[in-house]
């Protein structure tokens, strides 16, 4: 057992004075070390800094993911050369995000998209948010306009068409030639420039063309893919329903056989009229036999080139035409034709169809509003009171004209039937 100190007794007044705290502990060399300071500092700064960074991540997301203001789908034109802050002003003043254009701002950058924004037209889909309005963008999703080239135009009229659509930008500085342009429905962006889609139907006409020449039948006297393009343009211009267009071709592939003139009426125009495709009015008769290269009533065999540029369809029935004898058609007044293998079939055709015609007119003539009083009996005809003029309605005319006989049946041709 161990032997405590002795006490030693204190006075009264001495227990009452407070006894002597020690002093505090030296602060160490290295607390006071500035290095420990500065990095203290630092690492304070960083934890700050990451609890920023991580609620405006937070925030940013929410707010890029957040549904936009785009109340229905809208279309919304980017122009070329425009920044991000241009871009920012057009989809705020089009509605399509909200008032905070900085947000957009800084999604872009965030995203690190700013210099992947691309110009065009683009659709922008109802509440679409602010990712799903950049990444359109980005992805240069513009809208395609579609455009229809019907069947039959002439490379002039074709340009025409382009030259007339706003939606293309740029001139076409040259005429493309007759019968090189595929008619077909294409779709582009707005600004394309026109040389560009001239060059795409080129593209097409050639790789159609190419397919269906591979198919062709052999025993078509077509020798060259040209001739092909040549015939269907006639075969073209001549159809007038499109289950007619083999049927069609047949007639003018029996007549290059047994080498009778096509005798075409839109060979006619075309030589008339070149590549402005219409004449205008009816043919005349001292046109028929007006010489020109193209005119199939003066020149044995095809034209020197397409009078037109052929669909994909009309190239089809040229290459591969119905197994008929037929040599002659003529329209029908229905808007489709009668076929025959013999001028006498075909002159009765034609009679028919003039019967029809007559009979069209005579029906729609209108009555005198009051019948002319009674001549005398020995008055002249000359001398009665004339009728009321006759008002007819139009007629219907026939879809197409047509071939009308071979060269060996008679020397004047039957009156030409044009549309």
């Known amino acids: 057992m161990s032997e405590r100190p002795p006490i030693s007794p204190r006075s009264p007044r001495a227990a009452l004075e407070p006894e002597q705290v020690p002093p505090p502990p030296k602060r160490s060399e290295r607390a006071r070390n500035p290095f420990i300071v500065v990095g203290n500092a630092i690492i304070t700064l960083i934890l700050f800094l990451m609890i920023a960074a991580g609620g405006t991540y937070i925030y940013g997301k929410q707010k890029i993911e957040a549904p936009g203001p785009l109340q229905e789908d809208k279309v919304v034109n980017i122009p070329s050369r425009a920044g991000v802050t241009d871009i920012a002003d057009i989809l705020q003043r089009e509605g399509v995000i909200d008032n905070n254009r900085w947000a957009f701002i800084g999604s872009v950058f965030a995203l690190r998209a700013r210099s992947d924004l691309k110009p065009g037209e683009y659709q922008f889909q109802k509440n679409a948010s602010l990712r799903d309005v950049i990444s359109t963008i980005v992805d240069g999703k513009v809208v395609q306009h579609s455009i229809t080239v019907p069947e039959g135009l002439t490379s002039e009229q074709i340009v025409a068409r382009l030259s007339d659509n706003d939606i293309f930008s740029g001139s076409v500085r040259e ?50 893919p040209e001739q092909l393009v040549t015939l269907a343009s006639i075969v073209e211009k001549e159809t007038g329903k499109a289950d007619e267009r083999s049927r069609v071709a047949a007639v003018f592939v029996n007549r290059l056989r047994q080498k009778i003139k096509l005798q075409s009426d839109p060979t006619i125009i075309y030589g008339l009229v070149g590549g402005k495709g219409t004449l205008g009015r009816p043919i005349k008769r001292s046109e028929i036999q007006q010489p020109s290269p193209y005119n199939t009533y003066v020149v044995e065999g095809l034209p020197p080139g397409p ?36 001028y006498d079939q075909h002159q009765k055709n034609v009679a028919k169809l003039r019967a029809m015609e007559k009979q069209i007119q005579n029906d729609t003539v209108e009555p005198a509003d009051e019948p002319p009083p009674p001549a005398a009996a020995n008055a002249s005809a000359d001398s009665s009171p004339p009728a009321a003029p006759a008002k007819p309605a139009p007629a219907k005319r026939p879809a197409r004209s047509s071939p009308r006989q071979g060269t060996s049946q008679s020397s004047a041709p039957s009156p030409v039937v044009q549309q």
């Open 175 to 224: 005429i493309p030639r007759e019968g090189t342009l595929l008619p077909e429905t294409y779709k582009f962006p707005r600004g394309t420039p026109r040389e560009q889609v001239i060059a795409r139907m080129q593209q097409a006409q050639k790789r159609v063309l190419a397919d269906i020449w591979e198919r062709r039948n052999p025993d078509i006297p077509i020798r060259t």
């Open 307 to 342: 009078i037109a540029n052929p669909g994909r369809a009309s190239l089809e029935a040229a290459a591969n035409p119905a197994r008929t004898r037929d040599l002659f058609f003529v329209a029908d007044g229905t808007g489709g034709h009668a076929f025959s293998d013999s």
